[in-house]
């Protein structure tokens, strides 16, 4: 069976420093991660799809973390072709005059090309270091299935490189039956995409059922969003302050496992991001998957 890498969504969120999961003398940023990362190996960075990530911050990631530590990294906005904020871009590539979201299609081509060329660049330290462990793409809900959409898939994939990403999709359109299920699954392995794996809650919109599957030869991700009644709430900590219980996690330890048997790595990231939720959920699955 291959390494299950067990995380959080989340080192730096307001709610989980006032939760007192962090011991009294992690008072700096520094001291923060270095205990996360000696509870965890595996941390998501979800910061990083509101504002580039920059190569500093990259450097003192890799720095203050153990050798076998990883790095997942939530990719730009705009490259998950979500609305993004004028004022994220870079400041040199910011269109004049434009206040309102954009999206790809409203700047020049050279403009994105340099914003991708810009977010992965920071991330050279952590890559060097041997601590990046994927880029994880999310799409939005009207990101449904269509050839269009599976030849960005690729390009993605292609840009990137040499780090690899994971494709998460908010559109049940992917999975609407089982034959298009298939097909989205056959897709991602034709091109050793990573699928990832997701709980969340079902009945909305962006519900995608928790398909469990590995679609690339080295690497399997799952997330857990939890299961939360206000979903659809513009309140984060109302989306996901969901803290599951250890009769909901038990049948995913098992789930877990069977990925691993088909792959080397498999990352395990909740991100039900509200006090401590995560961290203690994370610790309980982690325990059940010694």
Not at 36 to 56: I, M
Not at 105 to 119: C, I, N, S, T, Y
Not at 209 to 235: I, Y
Request: proline share 6%; glycine share 4%; hydrophobic share 35%.
């Amino acid at each position: 069976m291959g390494e299950i890498l067990v995380g959080t969504a989340s080192w730096t969120d307001k709610t989980l420093l006032e939760s007192g999961w962090y011991p009294a003398d992690a008072t700096s940023a520094e001291d923060r991660l270095r205990f996360y990362a000696g509870q965890f190996p595996l941390v998501e960075v979800d910061s990083t799809y509101y504002t580039p990530p920059n190569e500093r911050n990259s450097e003192l990631w890799a720095a203050r973390t153990p050798p076998y530590f990883r790095f997942n990294v939530k990719a730009f906005s705009l490259l998950t072709q979500h609305p993004t904020r004028v004022s994220a871009l870079y400041k040199d590539l910011r269109p004049e005059g434009v206040t309102k979201n954009v999206y790809p299609k409203d700047l020049e081509d050279k403009v994105v090309d340099e914003v991708w060329e810009r977010f992965l660049s920071a991330l050279t330290p952590l890559h060097e270091a041997g601590k990046l462990g994927a880029l994880l793409f999310q799409f939005p809900q009207w990101f449904t299935i269509r050839r269009s959409n599976k030849d960005y898939l690729l390009e993605c994939k292609e840009r990137a490189a040499p780090y690899r990403i994971c494709v998460e999709f908010r559109s049940r359109t992917w999975f609407s039956d089982e034959e298009t299920t298939e097909e989205t699954l056959d897709f991602l392995r034709s091109y050793g995409l990573p699928y990832v794996v997701v709980d969340m809650p079902q009945g909305h919109a962006s519900s995608v059922p928790p398909v469990v599957a590995a679609t690339a030869s080295d690497l399997a991700v799952v997330r857990f969003h939890g299961h939360s009644d206000k979903w659809n709430s513009r309140d984060i900590y109302e989306r996901f302050g969901y803290l599951y219980d250890e009769d909901e996690l038990r049948p995913w330890a098992a789930k877990v496992r069977q990925l691993a048997e088909q792959v080397p790595e498999t990352h395990v990231l909740l991100n039900n991001c509200y006090r401590n939720y995560a961290q203690t959920n994370a610790r309980q699955l982690a325990e059940m998957l010694v």
